[in-house]
Nanobody, 126 residues
Framework: QLQFVESGGGLVQPGGSLRLSCAASGATLDYYHIGWFRQAPGKEHEGVSCISSNNGSTYYADSVKGRFIISRDNAKNTVYLQMNSLKPEDTAVYYC???????????????????WGQGTQVTVSS
């Protein structure tokens, strides 16, 4: 059973940076499409970024494009989300999730993902 431990969240000032980590156990992550999602209070899960299992292609929501970078380290069985130039509207609980690939490219649709981490809080505030 694939399980995740997320870390790296916290309180940061606007313009600051954080790196979220999603460490997996129970299976190797490189088999799966991996996505990062976030949920702000009173809102639905929002797709932030994803990385495909086969060729490592990446996708980003328009709201984070140019500021966030997703990457994976197969040797450490870990996926990262580097978040730069953070804004107050980035405040949310961030989740990593894994999708058993049914298509060649990842998509940022929460319903596609079978395994979810517990989430880590990111708060951007001065």
């Amino acid at each position: 059973q694939l399980q995740f431990v997320e870390s790296g969240g916290g309180l940061v000032q606007p313009g600051g940076s954080l790196r979220l980590s999603c460490a997996a156990s129970g299976a190797t992550l490189d088999y799966y499409h991996i996505g990062w999602f976030r949920q702000a209070p009173g809102k639905e899960h929002e797709g932030v970024s994803c990385i495909s299992s086969n060729n490592g292609s990446t996708y980003y929501a328009d709201s984070v494009k140019g500021r966030f970078i997703i990457s994976r380290d197969n040797a450490k069985n870990t996926v990262y989300l580097q978040m730069n130039s953070l804004k107050p509207e980035d405040t949310a609980v961030y989740y990593c999730a894994a999708d058993i690939p049914s298509q060649s490219m990842c998509i940022m649709a929460p319903a596609e993902y079978e395994y979810w981490g517990q989430g880590t809080q990111v708060t951007v505030s001065s």
